[in-house]
Structure formats: C-alpha cells, structure tokens
C-alpha cells in the first residue's frame, strides 16, 4: 500500500505505467491529509507478478522507488486503537476465566484428594519406579533410607506446590491494580491479564520444562544478563537461576512419574 497526493491519484495513468486503484479496506484515519490510499496493480486491474515487481523494481536507478511516500503517525497509532476491539474479545475473555477456573479447580481437587490417599504411605524398597525420582534420591540421601514417596504422591504435591505460587501471585498482584499512578496501574492489569491470568489456565508439572529448554531458556538468560549489566539489579537475576531451577526439577519429576 502506498500513499499519493489526491492529484496524482485522479490524473489518468499512462499505457506504460502502473495504474494506483483505490483500496477500500485501508484505514482513513491513518491518512494524512490531501492523500489517498492506493494498491498497486497494472493497468487494466491486473496484479503484478512477483518476477515482474522484482525486475521492476532491479538495479539502483535513483527514479526506482519502491514506496511513492511513506507517512508516520504522530500518535504512534494509539488513535487506532478502538478499531482493534470487537465484541468476539467478551467471548474470548469469558472462555480464558472459564479455563482459569477449570484448571484451578482440576488441579485443587484431583491433587489434594490424591495427597489425602497417599499420605504416609511410602514404598520401602528400593526397586520400584520411585527410584528415579529426584526428590526421592534426596530424601534418601538426607533423612531415611526407607523415605521413598509414592510417584502419585509427589507429582500432586508438585502441582499443589505450583497452585500455590500461582495464587500467590495473583493475590500480589491486586492491590496494584487500584493505584492512583496510571502508568503503574497499567502495567499491573497488563501483567495480570497478559501474564498470571493466561498461566492460570494452563499450567502443568509437566508444562514447567518450557522454561528450560535450550532455546526459551538461553533466550531468556540473555535478556536477563543484559539487563543486570544495565541496572544491576543482581538479586532479580538471582531470583530467575532459582525460579530455573525449580522447574527444571518439578518438569523433569512430572515426566519421569508419567512415562517411567
């Protein structure tokens, strides 16, 4: 999409040239005044071809301009905003808070009836499947040979554990929502919807190994290093490696109980 002034889009196009047809989905409001939205074709209607563009457009002849004018908003688009919103988001909205409260309620329920069934019950020997489990080997190694938890046990104390920070962290976030600072007040409903809300729904012993894999976590690592050389806040960084850990340990636990 290119712009022209309204001049150049009413006088009639040469044989030769690309004839600029009027393109009915591009925004008004995004067009400076005394221009008008134009689609490139050829003359009669017909599209240019990809290997016709390209030869078109070959070579570094200053007259080869891709784009006629190019046109900034001043508002950075913020005036567009409200074009953006649809009443299908009430719907998409009202299925992620009944998503939240499915996936709270599965895994309150399921896990702390499973805990109740499974307390003090411990499997003493030494060959079972509970032998790999990495929480296991430490009991072991720190407190009782014979303290060895039952896999059902400790994938439901995984996820209680997890419930738990996720709760947490959403009752955290509340009272940041009412602050009279707009900007922080912002960012505190964007964090709660964008961010806590969206995990709610979704989380998973199992789904905490995203966060270690190489790529999401080696890109993560160097943002957060970047970061700590701009601000030094070393003890965030700190706060991240632990947080790494942990799921590296819950994800590797919940897959070695489910297919161990």
């Given amino acids: 999409i290119v712009g022209l002034p309204a001049a150049e889009a009413a006088a009639p196009a040469p044989e030769r040239a690309t004839a600029r047809v009027a393109s009915a989905d591009a925004p008004p409001a995004l067009s400076p005044p005394g221009w008008s939205w134009r689609s490139v074709r050829r003359t009669g209607g017909e599209s240019l071809k990809l290997h016709d563009v390209w030869k078109s457009f070959d070579g570094e002849a200053p007259e080869r301009k891709f784009f006629g004018h190019i046109y900034f908003a001043d508002d950075a688009g913020f005036s567009e905003v409200k074009h953006l919103f649809q009443p299908s988001r009430?719907?998409?909205?009202?299925?992620?808070?009944?998503?939240?409260?499915?996936?709270?309620?599965?895994?309150?329920?399921?896990?702390?009836?499973?805990?109740?069934?499974?307390?003090?019950h411990f499997e003493a020997e030494a060959g079972g499947a509970s032998r790999h489990l990495i929480i296991n080997a430490l009991l072991v190694g720190i407190m009782d040979e014979n303290m060895r938890f039952s896999p059902q046990f400790l994938l439901a104390c995984l996820e209680l554990l997890m419930l738990t920070y996720h709760l947490c962290s959403f009752v955290r976030a509340l009272p940041s929502l009412c602050r009279e600072d707009?900007?922080?007040?912002?960012?505190?409903?964007?964090?709660?919807?964008?961010?806590?809300?969206?995990?709610?729904?979704?989380?998973?012993?199992?789904?905490?190994?995203?966060?270690?894999?190489?790529?999401?976590?080696?890109?993560?690592?160097?943002?957060?290093?970047?970061?700590?050389?701009?601000?030094?806040?070393?003890?965030?960084?700190?706060?991240?490696?632990?947080?790494?850990?942990?799921?590296?340990?819950?994800?590797?636990?919940?897959?070695m109980i489910k297919f161990i």
Avoid: D
Avoid at 183 to 211: D, E, Q
């Fill in 182 to 255: 707009k900007v922080n007040r912002w960012h505190a409903w964007a964090t709660l919807l964008w961010a806590i809300v969206p995990v709610l729904g979704s989380f998973s012993a199992m789904k905490a190994l995203y966060f270690v894999t190489p790529k999401v976590f080696m890109e993560t690592l160097m943002t957060r290093l970047h970061w700590v050389r701009e601000n030094h806040e070393y003890l965030e960084f700190f706060k991240f490696i632990v947080s790494r850990a942990a799921a590296a340990i819950i994800g590797m636990e919940a897959f």
């Fill in 90 to 120: 009430f719907f998409w909205a009202a299925f992620q808070l009944f998503c939240v409260a499915l996936n709270v309620g599965y895994v309150g329920y399921v896990n702390v009836n499973t805990v109740v069934s499974e307390w003090g």
